[in-house]
């Protein structure tokens, strides 16, 4: 079992950043790949970033390909995304989740534990 805390979500305008942070505890941290899925108002939850258990290996959605980077500290037990240049468009509650079995994955069922969330609101 992992429990996962969400944090770092807010109001920010376009074009600024914010910095998720999830902290997780329970099983050994760096067994797990980790992932950020999104889900916006009225739609279904999507991917957004990824990691690898030893944070070698990430993936991306396509839109926010050189604006977000997923990074972990397995010493801190702690995923992070840094989200650059928001766009409106990003507006939604954020999710980390942990993978049992550590490789990248892009595929929200793959995910066994989640975090509460986390919201992200875009807007001048």
């Known amino acids: 079992q992992v429990q996962l805390v969400d944090s770092g979500g807010g109001l920010v305008q376009p074009g600024g950043s914010l910095r998720l942070s999830c902290a997780a505890s329970?099983?050994?941290?760096?067994?797990?790949?980790m992932g950020w899925i999104r889900q916006a108002p009225g739609k279904v939850r999507e991917f957004v970033a990824a990691?690898?258990?030893?944070?070698?290996?990430?993936s991306y959605e396509d839109s926010v390909k050189g604006r977000f980077t997923i990074s972990r500290d397995n010493a801190k037990n702690t995923v992070y995304l840094q989200m650059n240049s928001l766009k409106p468009e990003n507006t939604a509650v954020y999710y980390c989740?942990?993978?049992?079995?550590?490789?990248?994955?892009?595929?929200?069922?793959?995910?066994?534990?989640w975090g509460q969330g986390t919201q992200v609101t875009v807007s001048s």
């Open positions: 989740a942990a993978k049992s079995v550590g490789s990248v994955s892009t595929k929200r069922y793959e995910y066994n534990y």
């Open positions: 990691i690898n258990w030893t944070g070698r290996t990430t």
């Open positions: 329970g099983r050994t941290f760096s067994n797990y790949a």
